[in-house]
């Protein structure tokens, strides 16, 4: 009688191993109706459509159900904060004709109290272009409030790029510098 319990507890304690091994493993996926592949996620946007979770840091990041970590694109803000900061759009921001554009940027990113802009489409192709003026003593090293506004047709295009130019009178290439900010077209 105890050499039956014994083969009894034994032979539960098999099943409960092996249906733990598969449920740890992905193996029972035929058992819930899917033993198709799953689709790869490359993206960050890919990633918040599948359902996965978001993390509300800036810039936020997905995290997908393989622990992989997916970040937002939003340009090179983080790095220009110093130089440069819009206001108005945000990165992937849904913008539409004519563009407000306002931030503030210091006093040597202009020259003659304005510098140029760009909207870009994401193929590359320019949609519009124009030129941010100060709104104040520009002659600083100082943040000065800038403004411009910018007509454009998107064309069908869905996402572009908004291009902010330091200005460079000498055109050297060392004096170079830009902020990029994605954007998605009505």
């Known amino acids: 009688m105890k050499k039956n319990l014994l083969l009894v507890v034994l032979f539960l304690a098999l099943i409960g191993v092996g249906l733990f091994l598969l449920f740890k493993l992905g193996g029972i996926d035929f058992l819930r109706g899917g033993n198709e592949e799953k689709a790869s996620i490359e993206t960050f946007e ?19 159900s393989s622990g992989k970590v997916f970040v937002e694109y939003i340009g090179n803000e983080l790095e220009k904060t110093d130089l440069i900061v819009v206001d108005s759009p945000r990165p992937n921001a849904v913008i539409s004709s004519p563009l407000k554009i306002t931030g503030r940027a210091r006093g040597y990113w202009f020259f003659e109290a304005s510098f140029p802009i760009k909207l870009i489409g994401r193929e590359g ?21 800038f403004s411009v506004e910018l007509d454009f047709d998107s064309e069908n295009a869905q996402t572009g790029d908004l291009i902010l130019e330091k200005d ?9 510098d830009f902020l990029t900010i994605p954007v998605n077209f009505r």
């Open 46 to 64: 890919e990633c918040v459509a599948a359902n996965n979770i978001v993390m509300e840091i800036y810039p936020r990041q997905c995290r997908d």
């Open 125 to 145: 192709k320019l949609l519009s272009s124009g030129i941010a003026t100060a709104e104040g003593e520009w002659m600083t090293e100082e943040f000065v409030p």
């Open 168 to 176: 460079n009178p000498s055109g050297l290439p060392e004096h170079d």
